[in-house]
């Protein structure tokens, strides 16, 4: 990061100020009491996805091969057979419209019910032993529930330890390979959908402090970014006001290394205008701090309700629009859809792998566990977190968007 | 009285249309006019093509005049010198989502930042097609080579101009009845203009009793002023006499109907067709004002054999990890360039006096994101082609740094005469024009 | 006398100066007159003449060519700068829009009723329209055959074209090309003495409005003007109080300080975006506002001490200005005040971004182009280009590790005896502004070795940018350099060696006023030189 203590210090200092405004600004109450605001220190994620381990073609662990996409099974159907005569454009779009109107047995569309929907023959699970992967050892920590059986990955000193369930569940989809998709949704960050707070206050020493005061929280602002696109390290941001997106724990920096307790956290990130929630239960952070407190890197990691995990990331089920209502439903369907379609996995199959690699919440009724073990690597760069309310300036545009005309066709593919 | 060239003017046109038996004013020998270039009209058109691009390959390294074009604009080094690459500008969303393929494309052309279609001003074609292009055959002209009849032409929401898909139809639209022979009609100067040049000449006749009041130094000084009048009025001189006669145009046959369809090579070749055919209407003024779709913002372009459009590649296709971009998607992109190439091409082959269609024509190039994977519209790549008669200064890369789009937009309708002082809508309110641009 | 004391200070450096024949000098209070000008209107004062006239809905479409900067303010350069065809399109299309807006959004209609009640041309309406419009935009009354031709301008035009409004769009946008309208051409009016006269009503009232307004006249100065009140020291007086509690102040005061300060030139600035990565072309606009409303605050609202514009540590800042600042900024949208602490270091507006990073490098700080700024803009010291084969190397490789600092380099680089000269006087001021980096950022060291901050100004040396600041701010250049360049900027263009006693009385008025810029200004705009010219032309003598 190339900043020194000193240059930190004064800039920290005057962290004490705008505290005193914060209060004539906003009747929100101050984030916590800080004796000492010397050592309160504010970063925003610069950096954020899923924490995995090897991909397919190092670790062996796929011998099946990838899991088969809706559109290729679709394809190889009896209905998905190209018909005499049907050109390349109709019969992609055929194809499209077939993934839309594919209904559960229920009569649901099949993204919205995939327990209807039953797992997915064609979907592949990761199966291996003696893997590393990096991110933390969970089950060490905090009770979530009655734990179920499940294989850990290895950490760096060799020893099966981590948790790392969903990368199981999704191991063996092409997308999730470190080349693929669907671990780029950071893009929404850089391009200010979102963004997730850290706040740390009580750091009396960057090295070894037996107690630290630690906020995760969500941010209201976008990333500030410079001309080439890189997060800005001194900008200011909000938290966002809802409590829901506010986590507080403690924590204590060992060795350089920031290890947070236990905690249930709540983010929020946007997919093709839906408003998801990113859901962690038990969370925590271990990231190595830089030794002038510059910036940090590491995991943040617990376990996601699988039916929030599939709702986030491939189902759109309870996703909103602007105004906090359910969102339009077709918006909704086609983009499940549409994603299960271009990213080569099926809505059920995800669902139903989840289900069965869920590793934490023991729910005696259902005999299962709900939710499933997950890592994220991230870094964070040193920031001014402040209570305030914080609006956009084109808020006034941000509306319901069930009023919007949307094109199946031309549209349909997010 | 003495007959002056106002006077006489009064006397000419009260009223009346001329029928065209000029170029009447150098009865009255303003000695620059015999120098001035012939009055070719001025064109804008727009030309977009889907999902965006690949920067490494895109982006020249260096800003200015002196740079080297990256491998994906090798297709269109012949225009090296007739076009203004621009890099680096947003459409600034400040935390609102993007909505994919549609704020980008109407972001950069409204100065909106919409979250969707419902678009609720007009795009920047319209706004200049009513500075220029009222007085054609048709207010603007409209065409797809990917077969979808989308269009980002809007006057407002509920008014798409829809894009014509069939090269014949569009044949038949242009150069079927109700064609309108170039070079047929009577030209009438407008009285708007014989009315500006009646009350420049006015203003310049109060240069003696100005003159006599002021130092000598000042008297040098206030010459230029003069001057500058002069220049005005020749300018409007020049409105006052009838267009260039279209020479060298070739009354284009009835085409065969090409093969349809979304591979990329196909789309090219009903591309390059449609261009030609466009340029031709726009060379016999049928219209000054032209949209042309490469292919849609969420690209429906395939490779032949290949049942995975562009766009859902954008989506799919894993990342090559040596070289660090979706490898279809970027070939998508290249051969877009081509497209450019052949559109660009098209219009430059038609000579027009000293220059080509091209130099009188300003053609507003772009996509609708930057990196396709993201589909993020921080970014987007733009060129401006064509100079319009020297009003857009090409031969330069310019670098936007995270600027507001809508800086473009304000500067090609300032560029093309619009009296517009800012533009765009909340995070993309502007009123900084990049001057590097104006020639 | 000072003035010539601190001038000596810089003598081995400063442009020399040809001393004329010894004169008298006259008392401060005995106008001595100057030319009269031609001055083009700058395009803050075409813009705000628009808004004044029109309103505010007014279009603003024009785009300004830059300015020519002379002695250090457009001001003074609009009594000497050219006029471009590029300009002459501007104005046109300016012309164009407003004239079409005032008659497509009701506005002549609305504020003429016989051109409401008309349904055609009418020559005794385009009278009225010709007379009251043409002594608002060209600021004086007109005579009456200048009625009568625009009058028949618009008659005229309603003749080529029969649309309705015609006639007035004609009218109007014959004014709006009218020289006397870009450019303010001033007549003398009646003699004070053998040699000196006043300039004309019309011009005093508007050398007067457009320095206390940044605007044109408006009917009651012009009113008081034709009645000779501005001839009146006691009538003036009421009209210059009338003027300075008006709001338009704020504006004349801004447009006065962004001026001397050069802040315009900011909206170009650009800088290295891998070194300066904070540096977004955002922080440049709101870099000027910010000492702009530092300046508006402490001279307007709170009526200080000019001189603790150099200690001052109010800070009003945005989101982008924090970022380079390191301060946390709440308000996620326009503007708030806080105060910079002391650990900050930074005191006056020279320590604002605005300041560093204009006079810095588009990679690097400068301590050189600091410390010549200082000089040049807020002490009026002179300081001269570097040669032209001046070898920039050394200075350039900020990587440097044998000499990682500016001031190791600059200590390099002045071993050239033909650099000695000039950087003896820039370097020292300039290397207390080196904590700052290149964008204004704080810094403490460079390549890793700590950054000595010491120096000197004219006989006071320091420690840091905190010593720079109280230096500054009880330099006695300090004050009297604002008087000559008020004094300047009101009358547009240098100032001439008979107006030294009037500057003396100048500086005296406001030290006694406590430094307030607004006592300055009630001066100047309450003296009789102001609005004195010479009966003769005379060879311009330098001063």
């Known amino acids: 990061m190339g900043l020194s203590v000193e240059s930190i210090r004064p800039g920290l200092a005057r962290r004490s100020r705008p505290l005193i405004a914060l209060v004539l600004l906003s009747c929100a109450p101050l984030s916590s009491a800080n004796p000492d605001p010397l050592n309160h220190y504010g970063f925003i994620f610069s950096d954020f996805a899923f924490a995995l381990g090897p991909d397919a073609a190092e670790h062996g662990g796929c011998p099946d091969g990838f899991s088969v996409g809706p559109n290729q099974v679709w394809m190889q159907s009896a209905e998905g057979a190209r018909l005499p005569d049907e050109s390349d454009d109709a019969y992609v779009r055929r194809g499209l419209i077939a993934g839309i109107q594919e209904k559960s047995p229920n009569g649901i569309p099949a993204c919205f019910d995939p327990e209807g929907m039953g797992p997915d023959p064609h979907y592949r699970i990761l199966n291996v032993a003696n893997t590393p992967s990096s991110g933390i050892d969970l089950d060490a920590a905090g009770d979530v529930g009655s734990a179920c059986a499940h294989q850990d990955f290895l950490d760096s000193s060799g020893q099966a330890v981590i948790d790392n369930q969903f990368y199981r569940a999704i191991g063996c989809t092409q997308d999730f390979q470190s080349t693929g998709q669907s671990n780029s949704f950071a893009i929404g960050m850089f391009a200010g959908e979102w963004s997730i707070l850290l706040d740390l206050t009580g750091v009396d020493h960057w090295v070894n402090d037996d107690a630290v005061s630690v906020k995760i929280a969500a941010g209201a602002d976008p990333i500030a970014l410079s001309a080439n696109r890189e997060a800005l390290s001194w900008a200011t941001y909000a938290l966002d006001q809802k409590e829901e997106f506010r986590a507080e724990t403690t924590g204590r920096i060992v060795d350089g290394v920031l290890i947070t307790d236990p905690v249930d956290m709540q983010f929020h990130f946007v997919v093709n205008s839906l408003r998801m929630k990113r859901v962690i239960k038990a969370g925590r952070v271990e990231a190595r701090v830089a030794a002038d407190g510059s910036g940090l890197a590491g995991f943040l990691a617990g376990y996601t309700p699988v039916e929030a995990m599939y709702d986030a990331h491939m189902g759109y089920r309870n996703a909103t629009n602007g105004n906090g209502d359910l969102a339009e439903t077709r918006l909704r369907l086609v983009s499940a859809a549409g994603a299960a379609r271009v990213k080569g996995r099926s809505c059920n199959g995800v669902y139903h792998a989840m289900k069965e690699m869920a590793d934490a919440s023991y729910d005696p009724v259902l005999g299962r566990c709900t939710a499933i073990s997950t890592q994220y690597r991230f870094a964070a760069v040193p920031a001014f977190i402040v209570d305030v309310e914080s609006r956009s300036l084109n808020d006034a545009l941000d509306g319901d968007l069930s009023t919007g005309r949307y094109n199946a066709i031309t549209q349909g593919e997010q | 009285m003495a007959i002056t060239r106002r006077s006489a003017l009064k006397g000419m046109f009260q009223g009346a249309a001329v029928t065209v038996s000029l170029p009447f004013l150098e009865t009255f020998a303003i000695p620059a006019l015999a120098s001035t270039p012939a009055n070719y009209p001025l064109r804008f058109g727009t030309w977009i093509w889907g999902c965006g691009f690949i920067p490494e390959k895109w982006i020249p390294q260096a800003t200015g005049t002196e740079f080297e074009l990256p491998e994906h604009l090798r297709h269109v080094q012949a225009f090296q010198q007739k076009m203004a ?22 972001g950069l052309r409204t100065g909106i930042p919409v979250p969707n279609r419902e678009v609720v001003a007009p795009t920047l074609d319209v706004l200049i097609g009513d500075q220029i292009g009222s007085d054609t055959r048709f207010r603007s002209l409209e065409l797809s080579a990917s077969g979808t009849t ?72 206030l010459e230029e002023y003069y001057d500058g009048l002069r220049q005005l009025e020749q300018q409007i001189a020049l409105r006052l006499e009838p267009p260039a006669p279209v020479e060298n145009f070739e009354f284009p046959s009835r085409p065969e109907m090409p093969e349809l369809g979304a591979e990329m090579d196909t789309v090219l070749e009903n591309h390059r067709l449609m261009s030609k055919l466009l340029a031709r209407a726009v060379q016999a003024n049928q219209t000054r004002i032209f949209n042309m779709l490469l292919s849609d913002t969420a690209s429906n372009l395939r490779e032949r054999g290949s049942t995975t459009t562009h766009h859902t590649l954008t989506h799919e296709e894993p990342v090559d990890a040596t070289l660090g971009y979706q490898p279809k998607v970027g070939w998508f992109a290249d051969q877009s360039m081509i497209g450019l190439r052949d559109f660009l091409q098209a219009l430059d082959e038609i000579e027009e006096g000293e220059g080509t269609l091209l130099d009188h024509s300003v053609v507003l190039a772009h996509s609708d994101c930057s990196i396709a994977k993201s589909h993020a519209v921080e970014g987007i790549p733009v060129i401006v082609a064509g100079s319009g008669s020297g009003r857009i200064k090409t031969g330069q890369h310019i670098a936007g740094y995270g600027d507001p789009i809508s800086r473009i937009g304000l500067t090609l309708q300032q560029a093309m005469g619009l009296p517009t002082g800012q533009w765009g809508t909340l995070a993309m309110r502007t009123d900084r024009t990049i001057e590097a641009l104006i020639g | 006398m000072k003035r010539l004391l601190g001038l000596i200070l810089v003598a081995i450096v400063v442009v020399g100066f040809v001393l004329p024949e010894p004169v008298r000098m006259p008392d401060w209070e005995q106008p001595t007159g100057g030319p009269a000008l031609a001055r083009r209107l700058t395009a803050v004062e075409y813009d705000n003449t628009l808004k004044t006239v029109f309103g505010a809905e007014v279009p603003i479409v024009l785009r300004h060519e830059a300015p020519l900067r002379s002695h250090g303010l457009i001001a003074a350069g609009t009594s000497e700068v050219g006029f471009s065809a590029f300009s002459a399109e501007q104005y046109y299309v300016s012309a164009q829009a407003v004239a079409e807006w005032a008659r497509s959004s009701g506005w002549l209609a609305s504020h003429f009723g016989c051109i409401e009640q008309t349904s055609g041309f009418d020559r005794a309406c385009a009278q009225v329209v010709s007379q009251k419009l043409g002594q608002q935009l060209i600021r004086r009354p007109l005579a009456a055959a200048e009625v009568e031709q625009l009058s028949g301008i618009a008659e005229r035009a309603g003749n080529l074209d029969s649309d309705i409004g015609t006639p007035w769009h004609a009218l109007l946008s014959s004014l709006m090309m009218h020289p006397e309208f870009l450019w303010r051409v001033e007549s003398i009016g009646d003699p004070i003495d053998s040699s000196v006269a006043w300039v004309d009503d019309a011009a005093m009232a508007t050398r007067l409005a457009f320095f206390l307004t940044a605007a044109p006249p408006d009917a009651a100065l012009m009113q008081a003007a034709q009645r000779g009140a501005l001839r009146d020291p006691q009538l003036r007086a009421a009209e210059v109080d009338r003027l300075i509690n008006a709001p338009t102040l704020r504006q004349a005061v801004r447009v006065f300080f962004e001026d001397m300060l050069a802040l315009g030139d900011l909206e170009n600035l650009l800088k290295d975006p891998v070194i300066y990565p904070a540096f977004v072309p955002q922080v440049a606009f709101d870099a000027k ?53 002391d650990q900050s270091h930074r005191l006056g507006i020279q320590s604002h971004i605005a300041f560093l990073a204009s006079y810095a490098h588009p990679g690097r700080s400068s301590a050189t182009l600091r410390g010549a700024a200082i000089r040049e803009v807020f002490l009026c010291q002179e300081v001269p280009d570097p040669p032209a084969d001046v070898n920039f190397a050394l200075l350039q490789e900020t990587g440097n590790h044998v000499l990682p600092t500016a001031r190791d380099r600059l200590k390099r680089h002045r071993e050239d005896p033909s650099c000695m000269g000039c950087h003896a006087i820039t370097d020292p001021v300039g290397l207390s502004l080196e904590n700052f980096d290149g964008a204004g950022s704080f810094r403490t060291s460079e390549n890793n070795a700590p950054i000595d901050t010491s120096g000197s100004l004219d006989g006071r040396s320091y420690e840091d940018p905190t010593g720079l600041a109280y230096a500054l701010r009880n330099h006695p250049e300090t004050p009297r350099c604002l008087v000559e360049k008020m004094y300047r900027y009101a009358a547009g263009r240098d100032t001439e060696w008979l107006e030294r006693a009037y500057l003396d009385g100048l500086v005296d008025v406001f030290a006694d006023s406590g430094y307030q810029v607004v006592a300055l200004m009630s001066a100047i705009a309450n003296s009789d030189q102001f609005y004195s010219v010479w009966t003769q032309p005379r060879v311009v003598q330098a001063h």
């Open chain 2, 150 to 221: 989308n269009s980002y032409s809007y006057r407002a929401a509920s008014s798409p101009n829809p894009s014509e898909i069939s090269l014949l139809a569009f044949y038949d639209r242009v150069f079927g009845d109700g064609f309108q022979d170039p070079n047929a009609g009577h030209f009438a100067p407008r009285a708007t203009d014989l009315v500006q040049q009646s009350v420049l000449s006015q203003v310049s006749e109060s240069r003696r009793d100005l003159m006599r009041r002021v130092s000598a130094s000042d008297r040098a000084r």
């Open chain 3, 289 to 341: 506002e910010q000492t702009l409303k530092t300046i508006e605050e402490h001279v307007l609202d709170l009526r200080s001490d000019y001189r603790d514009l150099f200690t001052t540590q109010a800070a009003w800042v945005t989101r982008p200005l924090g970022v380079v600042y390191r301060m946390p900024v709440p308000t996620r949208v326009g503007w708030e005040r806080q105060e910079f602490s």
């Open chain 2, 85 to 106: 690459l621009l890099s680096g500008f947003d459409v600034k969303l400040d935390g609102v989502p993007n909505k994919p393929h549609v704020t980008g494309c109407l």
